[in-house]
């Protein structure tokens, strides 16, 4: 006597194909710059995502988040290898440092909130 089973295909909540994750891959993003104050390391991954989706959402709105994320990883990444080299210079690497995390938060907090309300950034090259 042989039994058969019928095997169900279980699907996902979501699909995975680029434009249906494309505005969550962005969030994700603004979620591992946020977890970098804590943790160091998911700003890497973050910026690595980012340039994984650049292609993804060329012509769309969400082309000048990935283009403000990018340039958010390197300059916040000039700043604190600047402020850690000159950490012992009369406060000035800690000033710095300090500068960096400020400007990080405050770049996470706009974009976030801009996408949030599917809003591109007006002008993702500026430095505020």
Excluded: C
Excluded at 77 to 89: E, K
């Amino acid at each position: 006597m042989s039994e058969t089973r019928a095997v169900q295909r279980r699907t996902l909540p979501f699909k995975l194909s680029a434009p249906e994750n494309d505005r969550l891959a962005v969030h994700v993003i603004y979620a591992l710059y946020a977890a970098n104050l804590v943790f160091q390391i998911p700003i890497i991954l973050a910026v690595v995502i980012a340039y994984l989706k650049r292609g993804d959402v060329e012509g769309t709105y969400l082309e000048t988040h990935i283009r403000w994320q990018i340039r958010t990883f390197w300059l916040w990444l000039l700043m604190t290898v600047i402020g850690g080299l000159t950490w012992w210079v009369l406060g000035l690497g800690f000033l710095l440092l300090g500068f960096a995390y400020l400007w990080l938060i405050y770049r996470v907090v706009k974009g976030w909130l801009r996408l949030s309300n599917e809003e591109a950034i007006d002008r993702p090259g500026d430095f505020f």
